[in-house]
């Protein structure tokens, strides 16, 4: 930059090197005072301590091949053959060993739906239409029983086919939950108002984990006789009823932030309660709050981690269990490296969607 | 339909009635809700008198028959169930306290990072907060637990970094001074100290408001609390015996130790929590106009008086509410512990359970405790609040 | 649309679950399949292979029963349960039988709403420690940090054993086994304490070197394992009892997998009532006549079946023991086929 051609046109002078370029920016972002200097000198050390030994267990040093934990008994780095072994039991769990294709075409699918559903370009019937028929594939895909596939009981489902759908199912279905709670608080009538209420703050007030220890301890004795619900449906209704609550919360917000003059308006209109409430509350308000219901969706589908503690096989106790093996032992750091890059993978994806979608509809909504 | 008016309208049916449709609504939903309890209670009690389960909360009092290796209070396997529970709540208020302590501190640490002028410093706080927020806690724990037990050398190995003080996969063994009675005599001049400093800091405001000059208050009283402290613990005789760690047989005698599951929790939630405390520390100051700081650096302000003085008290009115729930929510996720082996509030409930048979108290139990809890919490944190937001607007 | 799937799948999940309490007999028959709650993975006595089959000697006593019940060991579905929930899901109607080398105990028999069937496991508690920690008997080990399954009768045997020979043994619970065999062999606890079978299971299958552990010899307690069921449940419990006593009668009368049809032919009273040829021994019980002939056809009598998961031919090598038939100095007796 700093060495301009002179040439016949008018000549614009470049300010001097120092004030633009590289190094004016180092200047002006790394060295701008003397403490700056000092703290940009320190992160830069220990960053020279950090990134090559981790670049050189991660990739250089690693193994990638073999299938024994013989292959790394004189690896300095990361052994990735613990993957290439374990992979299938970390992803399905104990997921029938020949027919582990079907959860991953139907993982596959739910994705591309939750995918989908994220642009708004696609809002609209067809989208309906797309879940109104992958939804059913999905269940037929992992259930089968007919059709031609073997039935796979959901007590063999496992790894990251039962976190998607615990995630999944909860947000869905918690998600109308939400919007009614949060219509209960906000209720002019004040017996609905204290029963949502009090439902949203107890909930919110105690752990997940005593949800899931209700859910899979104390269900089954609220039932009557001979009625029964198996262990996957107790952890994912008890999912549903804890995010209700906070979806709740989430869609209260949406619905104090919309102005009172659309309200207003709305009754103006002559409108009945339900009315304006589906015809002009929901709408604006649910908008406003979407990048808010990401970031629940986010939390849910780290939460839903938690199953492993009332013994269901979702992704992290897979993980953990393929390195339960003493031969594998040595190689915790790998799984967890592996799971925490799968989590990170779905999560830090989503933080970024909702991002831009705060962005695109802030650019819209702003009045 | 009808209109939205008190008085209905003539030939407007009762049922269109508005105030009447709203007592009906109340009146279905109280039914559906007395319905649905009812069936649940009567459900389970016909269910817990067929298996013949005894229920009540008598079992509390019953020798508890286990240990439990970490204890604020004593606990000995001939004590209730009742204190075992307490000695898991001592010991998940512990950790909870401490974490929010630490959570706060680096949390504010790492915000202020991220809006560092320097660049290479404020992108190292953006990668700490994405990774952290976006990977599941319990995997985090699992981690920082499996670092600790494995990574760290056994005992005889332990590292040893400073005379009395080791660290192995055992957890830390630290030298304390042993307690005598003499030492009352410190924490009484401790106490002297606080009251003293509290009293010279209202002297110090009443004479900024007066004069403006400003007074370093904060060091005064730390200089304060520290001496009284000091002189306290002469007049008690000066004991200063320390009870050293040493190793003896399979662990440590003497000294206090910190074990790898509690330091494993620690961590876990202090580091999972900093990074949302540090997105609403970041989102606090942002949100102060930054015609406050250009106000401020005109008046002449340094940077570090700036942020001390305008801007974090401002951004406190925003910070406080959104800070109250994650602290709570690291008080919620604290009963992680179960998952690797501290003993906090639900994992002795847990035993208590299984060993019992009672899973409806004991799942009661949990929800009744971190329910109250969460409540002290965040009432206190209302009120801290509420102070913040009413000194802004009275000046 | 979600929802309406949900509760599609509701119905299916629902339809495939459970129990009438106090009938589980008639409901387990309705439904044609066993629900056995087993062990999480305990090698020899409940756990899974690779592709999910399960093995031990618990799970085939669940093979035992369902094989009593359809005439067919394979009608069995297993639910893996930890310390903490077995109860629970068998006081809930979660499952029909509990096969999860459990001990009983008055407390247990009485106030969890459960009742035990007679012993197919006699065991006791010991200790596990590694060799180069040069310790020959309990007494040195004291201020050992002792890692154990919470809520399980080790716990409780190991705070009485501290209480009464002050050993300040510090004691670290996990929920899961796997998570107590970790922490021992990261070295986070010096022992590792449990029930001795399962501790020769673990030293033989969980650790790298089993040469490099050892087990003490001390036995600190009495650890009678049994299949539960619901308090109350008395057609079902008689029949999980008279399911493990024929594996146990038929060990004793020499009837095995592979004569049980050629025994069938003999005209010893005592084979022809066990094998159902004659004496309606079935029927009192609800089920076939030939019920214990399926047993040991598919399963195989009791010697068999801990020869092939805890004896010489498993991974775990353990010895009989107590046990062994009465006749050879154990202690399983099982009641006559009168």
Redesign the interface.
Known sequence: MSAMDHTEEPVVLAPPGLQIGPVAWCRKNLFSSIPNTLLTLLALFLLWKLIPPLLDWLLFSAVFSGSSPDACKDAVGACWTLIGVKHRFMLFGFYTYDEQWRPLIATVILLCLICGSGYPKFWGKKLGVAWLIGLPLFGWLMWGGFWGLPLVETDKWGGLPLTVVLAAVGIVVSFPLGVLLALGRRSALPAIRTVSTAYIELIRGVPLISVLFMASVMFPLFLPEGVTINKLLRAQVGIILFTAAYQAETVRGGLQALPKGQYEAGNALGLSYWQSTLLIVLPQSLKLVIPSLVNQFISTFKDTSLVLIIGLYDFLTTTRTAVADPAWQPFYVESYAFAAIVYFGFCFSMSRYSQFLERRLGAQGRR | MTLRATDRPSGVPWYNDEKTRGVLYQVVLLAVVLFVGWWLVSNTLRNLEQRQISTGFGFLWREAGFAIAEQRIRFEPTDSYARALIVGLLNTLEVSAIGIVLATLLGTVVGVARLSTNWLIARLATVYVEVVRNIPLLLQLFFWYAFITQSLPGVREALHPLPGVFLSNRGLAVPVPEFNEGQAWALVGGAIGIAASIFLARWARKRQDATGQPFPTIFAALGLIIVFSFIGWLIGGAHSALSIPEKSGFGFSGGAELSPEFAALLIGLTVYTAAFIAEIVRGGVLAVAYGQTEAAMALGLKSGLVMRLILLPQALRVIVPPMTSQYLNLFKNSTLAIAIGFRDFVSVDDTVMNQTGQAIECVALIMAVYLTVSLLISSFMNWYNNKVALRGSTR | ???R??L???F???A???????MTFD?VKARGMLVCGVH?GLPGFGA?N???VWSGIDVDLCRAVAAAMFGDATKV?Y??????????SL????IDLLARSTTATL??DT???INFAPVNFYDGQGFLVATKRNVKSLPD?????VCTL??STS??N???Y??IHKMS???????KI??V???Y????C?VLTTDKSQLGSLRA????TPDDHVILPETISKEPFAAAV???DDQWLDLVKWSLYAMIEAEEAGVTSKNVAEKAKSADPNLQRLLGVNGNMGKALGVDDKFAYRIVEQVGNYGESFDRNLGPASRINLERGLNHLWTNGGLHYAAPFR
Do not use: C, W, Y
């Open positions: 649309m979600l929802q799937l949900f599609a799948a509701t299916i999940v629902a495939i679950g459970n129990a009438h309490a106090g409901a999480t899974p690779e592709k999910g579905k639910v893996a349960l930890t310390n903490s929930n077995r109860f629970t006081q809930s109607g979660d407390a247990r106030t969890n709403g080990l004291r201020g050992a940090t919470s809520g716990e409780q190991l705070a009485d501290n209480r043994f510090q004691a670290i619970a996990f929920e796997d998570e065999v970790s922490a062999n990261t070295g986070r010096d299958t969980q650790m790298t619901r308090h109350g």
